[in-house]
C-alpha cells in the first residue's frame, strides 16, 4: 500500500484545439480536447497535461475558456503549459480549472519567478519544465544542457545544477524532457532521469522518447521517475493508458487500476 | 420539493472552481451549489465545504482578512461540513508549518511534517494517487471500496489527539491519519474534486448526508 507511479498523456493544443493528430478510432471530434479528455479519463489517466503552443493572445484567451470546459467534466489533475511568463498568467490558468502549471522558458530569462510563484500560489501547483540535451562527447564524462525553442537554442546552463536550484526555488516537481529523445520512440534519456532523480527529493516526470511499454517501465524502474509522460503512442491508440498499467503492474511497480 | 443550498467557503485561497465544479457534477436539481464570502450564505446554507491549498499560515491569515473564523466555526458545529486539503488540516490546534501557526482548534490535535530520513526512495511532497484505508464505518464511504486510491498533494499531516476521530489512514513511508470525523465533520487530506470516481462518490454522499 503505497503511492501510485503516474501515467500522464501530454496533448499539445493550439487555439483551443487539439493537434498533432489524436486518432482514437471511435471518437467523434479528435480535435475536441473536452473529448480527449474525457477518453483518457476513462483510459485511468492519472493526469493530464495539456502543452499550449498557441501564438497568438486571443488564441491564448481560448485556451482558458479550453481549460474551464475540461475541468468542468473531467476530475482529474489538470496540468497547462506554454506561455506561462507572468504570475498573471498564472492566476489565470489556476482560476480556470487548472491544477499546476508548467513553467520552462520563463525560469530560464527571470529564475526569481520561480521563487514568486511558489510564494504566491504554492509549490504543489508549480512544475518547472526542464528541456535538457547531452552536450558532453563520446568518452567524457556525461553532461546535459537546458535548451529553449524546441531544443533549437543552447543557454549553457547544466541541466543537473539547474533541477537543484530549480527544487531550492521551490519547485513542487519537475518535467524533465530529453531533446535528443522526443520523439524517436527509443525511450528516455535514462542516464538523464537517474541523475536528476538522485539529485532532488521532489517528484520528477520522465519524458521524451517514449515508443513502447517498456519504456514507461525503464523510466520508472531505471529513471526513478514518480511519473511518466507521452503523447504518440497514446494518441495513435498503439496503447490504452490501461494497457501501459498493466504492463507496469506486472513488472511490479504500484500503479492506479 | 425544498431546495437545498451548499456553500463552498471562498476565502481568496487555492482554486475553488475544481471543488464546486465537482459538487456540481454531482448535485441533484434540487441542489444549489454557492461559492461565497458572505456569513450570512454560510450561516444558511444547509451543508458546508471547506477547501483549501497552500500555506497553513496564508490560509489563516486568508479566513481572518475575509472575516471566515467564524463562520466557518460556526458551521463546523452545526451543520454537515466538508474540509478538504488545508481545509483538514486548519481546523486542527496548530501546524508546524511556517514555523508554527495556530489554527482554528476545531478538532483537537497538531499538524506535522513527514519525517521521511528512514526513507530516501520516497519523495515529497507526497504527490499523486495513494490508497486511504477505511478505519471506521462512515456514510460517506457508501459505495467507495476498501483501500480506494485518492489524488494527494501534501507535505503536512494531521495528528488528532482523539483517535476516536481517525476514519481513514493512508501509508507515505509513515502511515498517518488521511480522513478524519467528528460529529457533523468529514474531512479529507486527499483532494475528492481530483479523484475522478471515487472522489465523485465522495461528494455524492456529502451532498445526501444529514451530518449523522
Known sequence: MSLAKRIIPCLDVDDGRVVKGVQFVDIRDAGDPVEVAKRYDEQGADEITFLDITATAHGRETTVHMVEEVASQVFIPLTVGGGIRKIEDIRTMLNAGADKVAINSAAIYNPEFVKEACDAFGSQCIVLAIDAKKVSSQGEANRWEIFTHGGRKETGIDALEWAERMEAYGAGELLVTSMDKDGTKSGFDLELMQEITSRVRIPVIASGGVGNLQHLVDGVKLGGAEAVLAASIFHFGEFTVQEAKEAMQAQGIEVRL | ?212
Open chain 2, 1 to 212: 420539493m425544498d431546495q437545498k443550498l451548499v456553500a463552498v467557503v471562498d476565502y481568496g485561497m487555492g482554486n475553488l472552481r475544481s471543488v464546486s465544479k465537482a459538487a456540481e457534477h454531482m448535485a441533484n436539481a434540487r441542489t444549489k451549489i454557492i461559492v461565497t464570502q458572505d456569513p450570512q450564505v454560510i450561516a444558511d446554507a444547509d451543508s458546508v465545504i471547506f477547501p483549501g491549498q497552500g500555506a497553513a499560515k496564508a490560509c489563516m491569515q486568508a479566513l481572518t482578512d475575509t472575516g471566515m473564523v467564524e463562520p466557518v466555526k460556526q458551521a463546523a458545529q452545526e451543520k454537515p461540513f466538508l474540509g478538504i486539503c488545508m481545509g483538514l488540516q486548519v481546523l486542527m490546534s496548530h501546524s508546524a508549518e511556517n514555523n508554527g501557526v495556530d489554527c482554528l482548534n476545531i478538532i483537537k490535535g497538531n499538524v506535522t511534517q513527514f519525517d521521511l530520513s528512514a526513507h530516501p526512495e520516497l519523495k515529497m511532497p507526497h504527490m499523486g494517487w495513494n490508497q486511504i484505508h477505511q478505519t471506521q464505518d462512515h456514510p460517506l464511504w457508501h459505495a467507495i471500496p476498501q483501500d480506494s486510491r485518492f489524488y494527494f498533494v501534501h507535505s503536512f499531516y494531521v495528528s488528532p489527539e482523539d483517535k476516536n476521530t481517525i476514519i481513514g489512514e493512508t501509508t507515505h513511508g509513515q502511515t498517518f491519519p488521511s480522513v478524519l470525523s467528528a460529529h457533523n465533520i468529514f474531512a479529507i487530506q486527499a483532494h475528492p474534486e481530483k479523484s475522478a470516481e471515487h472522489g465523485l462518490q465522495l461528494f455524492k454522499n456529502f451532498l445526501e448526508w444529514d451530518g449523522h
